[in-house]
Every structure is written in structure tokens, then in C-alpha cells.
């Protein structure tokens, strides 16, 4: 490694290790939970009282913009997400410390994707605060329906679905296996903290890798019956469960599993590695 690549890594880490940037990042997991928690609830009103509001991050980003303590609570929000962001994106350059194997090049790589998911949501709770429509099924049914406009989209639209699948499976196997405590200062628990702390993780991690592997099923529908409509992601996903009397229930239990995960974001802002 040349010395000026070794200095830019330096540089990257003294950066990363910046208190007020952990600070910033830890808020931003509180935001995160009330996402979560609000789109657990949303869940709730879709299984039981059939709410046609969007039920996903942006929906629930929604449900604050009608009154002022809820739009304070957005801008609170944004910040955080970026401050989450920012440091997923050093976490994506410079990795953590350890062995620089497969594993943690596989780790580099999430923590980009994470990166950007969290400048989405920042830019969503922007888009509401200005008033600007911020509806991300929507924003995929058109992106979907103007890909299999062209040819081989319908293909494109398909491949997409699998790789939203995958990503669901490897979520819930992520919590499953209980790979998310890695990341934990574990020692700081008791065992009773600890211990809720892995089930609330594993509720979580699974219920969001269910509802994802649903969503990427009905856009490979999609694309099979040239559907757009159906590649709304998690909103069609859950709307759909809801439509079924079996799905009523399952749609609850992945609520219940998302509010785990909201409550478990609320121990990551204590005990997560930053």
C-alpha cells in the first residue's frame, strides 16, 4: 500500500472515530426505530382495518408530517439518517478492524448498500417536509413499469425480484444464525438485556427478511404477467397478505417482528459498535 493511499485510510479512520459523528449516528438509530415502529403500526392498520396508506418506511415517514411535533421529529430524523449514512459510508471505504478476508469485503459491501438506503429515507423525510409527494411504492411501480417498457425489461424487472428475494432470505438467515450480535458490545449487557436484546434482533431481522422475500416474489410476478402494479415492494407485499385470511395473520406477526426490530434499533443506539 502506498503511503498517500495509507494516509487517505488514516485520515478516513480519525474520521470515523469522531465523537460528535457517533453521536449523530446513534440518534440516528433511534430514528430508525420510530420508522419501524410507526411501520409496524401501519402494518397493524392494514391487516385489521384494511388502510390503503403506504405501508412502508415512507408511509410511516408520512404519519409525522401532520402537525408540528411530528415534522421537528422529521428533521430530527433526516439528520440521523444521514449521520447513519455518512458513517456506513467509512464503514464501506475503510472496513472494520480485523482479518481483511471474504467476510469483511461481503460487510464493506452491505455497509454501502445500508449507506444508501439511509440517504433514501433522509431524502423521503426532505420530500415531506417541502410537501413533495414521497411515496416509494409508487416510485417503484413507475420505475418498474418504464423498465418493461423497453426490450429485455421484463427480464431486467425479473432479475431485479430475485435479487430482492435473496436479499430477504439472506436477512432472515442473517437473523436466524444471530450474525447482527457481532456487532453488539455484548459485554456491556447483563444477561437479561442481552438476552432480550438477541430475541428482539432475531424477531426483526426475520420478519423484515419474510416481508422482503414476499416483496421480490411479486415483482418476478410482475414481470411474468407485466404487472407493475405488483413491484410496489413491501407496500404490495403486505396490502397483498392482507387481501388472504391466512395472510391477515401472518401480515400481524410480521408487524410484531418489525416492532421488534424498532425496539432492538432503540438498544443499538446504546450498544451498537461505532
Known sequence: MSSATSNVKHTASRAADSKPLEYVARAGFIGYGIIHLLFAWIAFQ??????????????ALQTLAGNGVGKALLVLIAIGMVGLAIWQAFEAAIGESGPRDKTAMAERVISGVRAILYLVLAWYAVNILRGASASMA????????????????????GLIGLVVLGVGIGIFVYGWRKKFVKHLNTEQMNASVRKSTVRLGM????????????????????????????????????????????????????????????????????????
Open 46 to 59: 392494514v391487516a385489521f382495518r384494511g388502510s390503503g396508506q403506504e405501508s412502508d418506511q415512507s408511509g
Open 138 to 157: 409508487q416510485n417503484q411501480q413507475n420505475k418498474s413499469a418504464g423498465i418493461m417498457a423497453h426490450t429485455g425489461g421484463r427480464w431486467l424487472v
Open 203 to 274: 424477531a426483526g431481522y426475520m420478519a423484515k427478511g419474510v416481508a422482503y422475500a414476499i416483496a421480490g416474489v411479486l415483482v418476478i410476478t410482475a414481470a411474468v404477467t407485466f404487472d407493475p402494479e405488483k413491484a410496489r415492494g413491501l407496500d404490495a407485499a403486505l396490502k397483498t397478505l392482507a387481501g388472504h385470511p391466512w395472510g391477515v395473520w401472518l401480515l400481524a406477526l410480521i408487524g410484531l417482528g418489525i416492532a421488534a426490530f424498532g425496539i432492538y434499533c432503540f438498544a443499538q443506539a446504546r450498544y451498537r459498535k461505532v
